[in-house]
C-alpha cells in the first residue's frame, strides 16, 4: 500500500509463483473452474486495484496463476465495483502447456528431466500440470496496446518488471545489455523485501524491521537504475543487502539464464549514492537461451506427517527413542514407505549431522513419510497417534491429528521457444 500511495510510481508488479504453486492451483482449478489463480487477486486486489487504477498507476502480476482468464475477470469485477470503468485488463495465455505434452513427444521433443536425466516417459501419466516460463515480450505486447491491468501465469519473476522498461525505453529484442540491466533490477525487486532489509544477514541492522518498505527501482534509458524504497518506511536499501538479493536463488552469476537474456551477473557495480539509494550499473547481456525452462508437475505419491514435543530432562533421547518405536510399528505393520524422515526440530532439523550434541532443553518431532498411496499413508498416521500414550514419557504440544495429503513432484526440462503459442484476451472494467 505505501508503494502505492508514497512510491510516485507508473508500474507496479506482484509475483505470486513459486516453483510448487501451480500444480497446486491446476488441482484447484479441476473442482471449481471458477478458481486456480492466487486467491492475493481479491483480498489484496481490492485495497490496490482501485487505487493503482485512480492514480494511472499500471499494475502487472503473474497471480493469473492456472487460471489467468478467470483473474482477469476477477480484477474487472473489483475494478467495476468501485465505480472505475473504462480500463483495460489485459491476460497473457501461453504458459499452461499441459495439453500440449504429446504433440512436443511427437515432434522430437525430450521433455527428458534436467536435473536427473532420467526419462519423462517415467512420469507421463501422473502429470498434474505443465508450464512454460514466458518472458517479457508478451507482456511488452500488451502494454503497448494500453493495458492498465495485465496478468499472465507462469513467466520468469523478473520479466514482471523487465517488460515496462522495454515499453518505456523501446528496447530491441538484440540489446542484450540493456535487456539484461532490465532483468537484473527485476531480479533485485521480485521478492517483495528482500532487497530492503528482509531476507539480510545483517538482520540486526535493520532498522524498523515491523515496517520494512518494499523497494523501488528509479530506471534511465542506460539500464543504469538506482534501487530506494517508500519515504518514511523502516528497513534499509544497502549495497550489501542489494549484493545478497543479487545473488539470490542464481546458480551461476555469469551465466544466468533468462527466457529474455542471459545475464552476467559477475561484472555488476552497486555503488551508495545516498541513503537508502544504491545505483546499480555495468550488468552485461548474451543472447537468450536456445530452448525455454518448463516445469511439469506430478502425482508423486501421499505425505503423512505428525508433530510431538519431548521436554527436558533427556529431550533428545525421548525423541529418538519415539522414532524407534515408531520405525518398529511400520516395519510390524507391513508399510513400505518410500521415504521416512524423522527431524528433530531444536536440535537438527535444519543443520543435520552437522549439529552440535549440546542436549536441547525441548525438542519437537516431525515424524514423515511418503507412500504411493492414500491408504498406507492413513495408516501411517494412525501410528504416529499411537506415540501420544506410548514410551517415552512425556509428550506434549500435541496439535491434532497428523495430516495426509496429496505430494505433487517438480519435473524441469527445457522446450522450444516454438513450440510455446501466447496470445493475448481482453477485459474492460
Not at 502480476?61 to 475477470?73: L, V
Not at 508450464?131 to 492498465?148: F, S
Not at 534509458?221 to 524504497?229: F, L
Not at 496439535?399 to 495429503?405: A, F, K
Request: glycine letters at 10%.
Amino acid at each position: 500500500m505505501e508503494l502505492v500511495e508514497k512510491g510516485d510510481l507508473h508500474y507496479i508488479a506482484f509475483d505470486y509463483l513459486a516453483e510448487l504453486t501451480l500444480a497446486i492451483q491446476q488441482k484447484v482449478k479441476k473442482k471449481d473452474p471458477r478458481r486456480g489463480y492466487a486467491p492475493d487477486i481479491e483480498w489484496a486486489g481490492q485495497e490496490i486495484l482501485p487505487r493503482c487504477a485512480r492514480r494511472g498507476l499500471r499494475y502487472l502480476t503473474n497471480g493469473g496463476g492456472a487460471n489467468p482468464k478467470a483473474a482477469g475477470e476477477k480484477a474487472a469485477e473489483i475494478l467495476r465495483e468501485y465505480g472505475i470503468r473504462g480500463k483495460k485488463v489485459a491476460v497473457v495465455l501461453g504458459d499452461d502447456i499441459t495439453e500440449e505434452l504429446d504433440r512436443y513427444r511427437a515432434q522430437g521433443v525430450s521433455l527428458t528431466n534436467l536435473d536427473t536425466g532420467e526419462p519423462f516417459d517415467r512420469i507421463r501419466d501422473r502429470v498434474v500440470s505443465a508450464n512454460a516460463y514466458l518472458g517479457a515480450w508478451p507482456m511488452v505486447e500488451a502494454l503497448a496496446q494500453g493495458a492498465d491491468v495485465l496478468i499472465t501465469g507462469r513467466c520468469a519473476d523478473s520479466a514482471l518488471w523487465l517488460a515496462p522498461l522495454i515499453h518505456e525505453f523501446g528496447w530491441r529484442q538484440d540489446d542484450w545489455d540493456l535487456l539484461a540491466a532490465g532483468s537484473t533490477v527485476g531480479h533485485l525487486l521480485e521478492c517483495s523485501c528482500q532487497c530492503t532489509g528482509g531476507n539480510f544477514s545483517g538482520w540486526r541492522e535493520v532498522p524498523e524491521p515491523w515496517h520494512v518498505g518494499y523497494p523501488i527501482a528509479e530506471v534511465k534509458p542506460s539500464g543504469e537504475a538506482i534501487i530506494t524504497k517508500p519515504p518514511g518506511t523502516g528497513g534499509l536499501v544497502t549495497v550489501a543487502t542489494c549484493k545478497e538479493q543479487l545473488l539470490y536463488e542464481v546458480h551461476d552469476p555469469a551465466d544466468y539464464r533468462l527466457p529474455d537474456v542471459t545475464v552476467d551477473l559477475t561484472v555488476a557495480r552497486l555503488e551508495q549514492v545516498g541513503p537508502d539509494r544504491v545505483r546499480l550499473t555495468g550488468i552485461r547481456g548474451r543472447p537468450r537461451p536456445e530452448m525455454l525452462k518448463a516445469l511439469v508437475g506430478y502425482h508423486a505419491g501421499f505425505l503423512a506427517e505428525g508433530y510431538i514435543s519431548y521436554g527436558w530432562p533427556d529431550a533428545l533421547e525421548k525423541a529418538r527413542l519415539a522414532d524407534e518405536i515408531l520405525r518398529h510399528w511400520v516395519q510390524e505393520a507391513g508399510l513400505k514407505p518410500q521415504e521416512m524422515r524423522a527431524e528433530f526440530i531444536g536440535h537438527s532439523a535444519i543443520h543435520g549431522p552437522l549439529a552440535s550434541h549440546q542436549e536441547p532443553e525441548e525438542v519437537r518431532v516431525r515424524f514423515a513419510a511418503r507412500f504411493a498411496t492414500e491408504r498406507e499413508a492413513q495408516r501411517f498416521a494412525r501410528e504416529i497417534v499411537g506415540l501420544w500414550v506410548a514410551p517415552p514419557a512425556g509428550a506434549t504440544g500435541i496439535l491434532g491429528p497428523p495430516s495426509v495429503r496429496e505430494v505433487i513432484g517438480l519435473w524441469p526440462t527445457l522446450v522450444p521457444w516454438e513450440a510455446v503459442r501466447t496470445e493475448i484476451i481482453w477485459l474492460e472494467s
